[in-house]
Every structure is written in structure tokens, then in C-alpha cells.
């Protein structure tokens, strides 16, 4: 967009420069509640805790799973949705790490086949629809850091094999692996063990799983040496026969919250039973619940076995509890949940959940150290919600979001907007307005919330034809803005389409935009709400910008609407446009249209505040006011008002429901 504006005054009279990205601020209030100002004092920091809060729905491994370092999984790797058993194979199998979002059912052949999963992935059941179905996971020697989410594995069962002495066709098999943590999942009628926990693994988390009609629930062992650290909580084990779980030389097993209920009933007097701490096995039980269980929780003499708190309704046979064993605080905080809720709890908490797995988040610079790293781990063609989390901090980079990565969500996690900071302080002299801009979004339906995004080219420093500086350019449909900055001079902010007549929609709310030359600019049909508009001097007396420059599409009957916001300005009264019609490369069928709804408009809005561009007039736009206030809304016969009759048809959801009843001004 290459434009200098009439009468703009010399360079020397330019002497601001943009403030130092980490220090926005400005005094100015919006009534309605908008405001690009100084952050409140920092929170004191919260007392600690003695008990840590409940993990259901946490992305970070807790219990043993979360010392010596944590589990992770495939965090800082790339995410990709497997449908079919080689996808799975291949993916899970990679030397490199991996976010693996399983959508719908993958049936194994040939029957009973264990995937093999290597170190550093994390594989999650996509809603309640992931399943593995006539088979299960292995993980080898000395794999680690896992993390198995939100998935059902079942039906390997072989009939008359009750014992899986004849198919050991394990759910999830584990031999001397570390950080593993299996969380939410639902294990029912397989070959052999449903999980088998063994030789000497440790640092290992089970949650929040289902355990259901079979056999040999969960065997931890196969070792003489006491090595392995577990916690169990959580679970739901029901009508399965034996190991609820059955821990063989545990260095440290915590079980707690879990319920036990509708265990097998064949008459077996030894072989069916609970929890039993076996070797030297050190258990601490706490807050379960045990309903219609034969042997609930029983300890060889040389194991220790800690009870406290639970709940045992109708059980019969061996009820041990002999020694110390060992204190879990000790090793982690972690809250326990009353007995007498765990039924309740646990049945409705545990297994598969619909609001896992749907939604990935990718944490910048945690686990990506770069907003574009995180962008790149995103798949082409994703299929499904990926949200950027992007933690306080100054992240100088150009981003590129392109078409194929749609349903991004990046969210700034600090206090407010001016936390998390993206920036840049490339020209259009080099690469145009895409080349320009900070920040690129290509893509559709991404939102963006509690970011702030400058480009601090200082244009006062050097001598470009093309001087313009974009913070954010678009060009999908569907994108949304709330509690955002953009930050810059000429061009600030472009939302644009693909072509002249296709039609994007972006809609900004709470937010705060400054700039001084076509600062809001573009095709896109854009609805700014409830916002703050800073118009910036730029030394004149007479002409220091325009806010607007549309070049909507003439078969588009919606472009800019500026609405319930206000319009600031430090510059002199009488010394700015609300706007001016760009017809890029002179393209006659680019006509623009801004309307400025219930908005206030300061003193430096010129009385007549439309202007004509590169030999196009003003008055062949679609440029108008409707119910504008302030010092600078004056009323002449330059200022088109639009009639009330024509104002129904441009309220927020026209703009905005194209052919798809599109509404983010609802749900905001």
C-alpha cells in the first residue's frame, strides 16, 4: 500500500518514537470499560497451599509421575490426528517427540497387537471418540516420559482364555520404563492384564481410570529389586476379579480416592480380592471406597501396609494394615477428597471425557520457544482446536499463521494485554504489506485474546518509499479479537480477504488501536466494538492522518463498522479524517464503506472529515455517521448521516452473519 499522505509534514518534525513495547500505557478511560492503560500493582502471591487442588482436569502430571524432572510427554514436538493403525504405529514409534490426537476408533490387526510407544509422546483420545479396539500399547525398555490420555482400550479378549495364560494381549504393558502417566482412560475385557506396570519402572501416575469386567486388573512387579514409586487415584474398579491393583516390591505405592465395587463373584476364596501390597511393598491407602469386595486390601508379612479413612461397605475377608509404610507429603502435596464423595465422584470424573483431548494447548516459551515454533507444530489441514498459550514476556518475531492451520486460538496468559507482547519493525519497503506485518494471520476461524501486537519501525529514523508498518494483517475468515493492542503509525492494522471479492469477516472487541496514517485499513468486513481508537499527532497543524481506509468490494455492502467506541487523539483540533477511500492499484470496484455507530469523536476530527485518495473521491464511497458525540461530531453538509431505517441494517450481526449466521458478538 504504497501512499504518502498530502501535505505531510517533514521528517524532522516527527520526533516520537514509539515507547519501549513493555511499558504501554496510556490515561485514557473508555466508558464503556475499554482502556489501553498501566497495569494495576502485581497480586500479592497467594499463601501456600498445604493441600494441591484437584487434578481431574490438569495438563500437568501429578503424584509420582510429576518429580524427578515431570512427565510431559510430546510437549515442545509436533501435533498430529491419526485415524488408522499405521498413523498410530508410525507416530507413536517416532525417535522424536510427539502430540498424538486420536479421533474415532482404530481396530488392530492382527488381533491383539500392542502398538509400540517410545519416549517423549503423549497420545490422547480426541473427546470420548478415541479407542483401540482388539489390542493395546507396549512400552519397552527404558522408555520414558509418556503420557496415555483419555482413551478406551478394549475387546482383546480371547474367549475361554480367563487367565490370559494362552494370548498376553495386555491393555497397556510397561517394563522397566520411567514417567509415565495414564490418565482418564477406560480399560475393559482384554487378553491379558489391563495394565501391566513392570520391572523396576518408576516416577508413575495412574488417574482417573476405568477398570472394568475383567479378570487381572493391574499388576505392578516382576522384580525382586524395590524400585518402583506409583500413585493411584482416582479409579474406578469394577467388576474385575483380582490385582485392583496387586504391587509386588513397591518401593512406594499411594492409592487414594479410588473405588472399589461389583468385584467378580466365581467363589474364589484367595484369588479375588482388592489391593494387595505384596513383597516389600510399601502402601498407604487413604479416603477409598470399597463396596461388595472380597479381601479389600491384604499385605504379605514383609510388606507395610498405611489404611486411613476409607470406607469398606459389605466387604469380607482380609482387611491388613502393619506398619509405617510411607508419608506421600513427604514426596508431593496433593488433596484428598472425602470417602463418601468418591463414589459420586469417581464414577462420574473417571474414564473418557468429552471436553478432553478436543482442545491442544501448545505453551510458549515453555514448551515452544518461540510463537512461530508453536505455529509450525500446529499439522496442515489441522482438524481440530489448537490454542497458543503464550506467557508474559516480549517475543520479538514475525508470525505466520497460513490458510492451511485454521481453529488457532492464541491467548496471552498473563494479567492483562500488555503482559504478552509480540513485535516487530519490518517496513513495507521490504516485502510489501505482508512482509510488513508482525504478525500474519491467514488462516480462518482463529481467535485471539489478551495479546498485545506492535510493529516499532521508528519511520522518523530513515528514509523509505515505503514506510508503512503493519502490527497485524489478515486475510482468513472468521477471526476474532477481545482485549488486544495493536501498536504502530501508517497501516497498523489490515484486514483484508484473499481477493477482491471474497469476503472476510473479523470481529474486535475490547480492544485498543492506534497509528496515525490508514491505521485501520482493508476489504475485510470488520466490526470494531467497545474499543478505544488512539489517532496519533504527527506534528501538523493541519493534516496528521486518517483513521480509516477501506476498499470493501462494491458487491459487499459491509466494511468497517466502528461501534459503541471512542476515538482519542493528542493531535491539534481540526487535524485529522475519519477516513479516505483506497482503491489499491486503482481498482475501481474497490468502494469503500466506514460507518462510525453510538461513537465518540475527540476535537482533532476534522469537520469535514471524509477525504478524496489517489484521484478517487470521497463521496463515491459509502462513508457515513450515525449517532456520533463528542467535541468532534459536528454535523455539516460533509458529514453523510446515516437514516435510522438504513442504521437497522448496519448493526453488529449484519456485518458480521454472512451466510453462515456467524455471531461472535454473542458468545463475547
Known sequence: MRRTPSGRPSKRLLPRILAAVTAFAT????AAGTAEAAPAAALAPA???????SPQWSEAAHGFASLAGGTTGGRGGKVVSVRTQADLAKYAGAAEPYIIRIAGAITMEPFGTEIEVTSNKTLIGVGASGELVQGGLQLKSGTHNVIIRNLTIRDSYVEGDWDGKTNDFDGIQMDSVHHVWIDHNRFTHLGDGLVDLRKDSDYITVSYNQFADHNKAFGIGWTPNVVTKVTIDHNWFRGT???????????????????????VVDGDPVWSYGSWARGKTRMVIENSYYRDVQHPHQADPSAELVQRGSI???????????????????????RLDPAAAVPALVTRLSGPQRTLGIDVPLNVPADYPTVQAAVDAVPVGNDGPISLRIAPGTYREQVRIPATKPQLALLGTGRDRTKSVIVHNTPAEYGGSSGSATVLIAASDVSVRNLTFV???DEAAVELKGEQALAMKTTGDRITFTDTSFKGNQDTLMTDSPKLNVVSRVYIRDSYIEGDVDFIYGRATTVIDRSLIKA??????????????PSTWSGNPYGFLINRSRVVSDAPPQSYHLGRPWHPGGEPQAIGQTLFRDTRLPAAVKDAPWTDMSGFSWKDARFAEYRTYGPGASVTDDRPQMSAADADRHEVGDYLAGHDGWAPHKRS
Open 241 to 263: 476379579k483380582q490385582r485392583n491393583p496387586s504391587a509386588d516390591n513397591c518401593a512406594y505405592a499411594h492409592l487414594y480416592n479410588n473405588y472399589f465395587s461389583a468385584q
Open 312 to 334: 469398606l461397605r459389605n466387604t469380607t475377608g482380609r482387611h491388613d494394615a502393619w506398619g509405617e509404610a510411607f508419608e506421600p507429603r513427604s514426596f508431593y502435596s496433593y
Open 455 to 457: 510493529n516499532d519501525f
Open 27 to 30: 490515561t485514557f478511560a473508555l
Open 536 to 549: 496519533l499527532s504527527r506534528g501538523s497543524a493541519t493534516n496528521n492522518g486518517y483513521v480509516t481506509a
Open 47 to 53: 499463601p501456600a497451599a498445604t493441600e494441591a487442588p
